[in-house]
């Protein structure tokens, strides 16, 4: 069984920096896309950021491109998202997550991602 369990949340001013961290386990980290959602308050998922197995591909959300990096260890099975010039509205919720099977795209859609981290919570103060 594959799990992933999201580390680093936390509360930060606006204009501050965290760094998220999600570990994986269960099966080889390599050769699937690993992607992060995040959920507001009030607000259904949506799409921050994902990487494909090989890092070569990347996609951002509007919202966090400039200010958020993803990344990946496949050695040490984990990936990141480092956030900086963060702001209020980037208060959430936020999941890791990767795909049941392989698959040859990085995709943005939630419903492409079968496996899903607890989630951890950033706050984010004005």
């Known amino acids: 069984q594959v799990q992933l369990v999201e580390s680093g949340g936390g509360l930060v001013q606006a204009g501050g920096s965290l760094r998220l961290s999600c570990a994986a386990s269960g099966r080889t980290f390599g050769g699937y896309t690993m992607g992060w959602f995040r959920r507001a308050p009030g607000k259904e998922r949506e799409f921050v950021a994902a990487?494909?197995?090989?890092?070569?591909?990347?996609f951002y959300a509007d919202s966090v491109k400039g200010r958020f990096t993803v990344s990946r260890d496949n050695a040490r099975n984990t990936v990141a998202l480092q956030m900086n010039n963060l702001k209020p509205e980037d208060t959430a919720v936020y999941y890791c997550a990767t795909y049941y099977e392989s698959r040859s795209y990085v995709s943005r859609r939630e419903d492409d991602y079968g496996y899903w981290g607890q989630g951890t919570q950033v706050t984010v103060s004005s």
């Open positions: 990487m494909s197995w090989s890092g070569l591909t990347t």
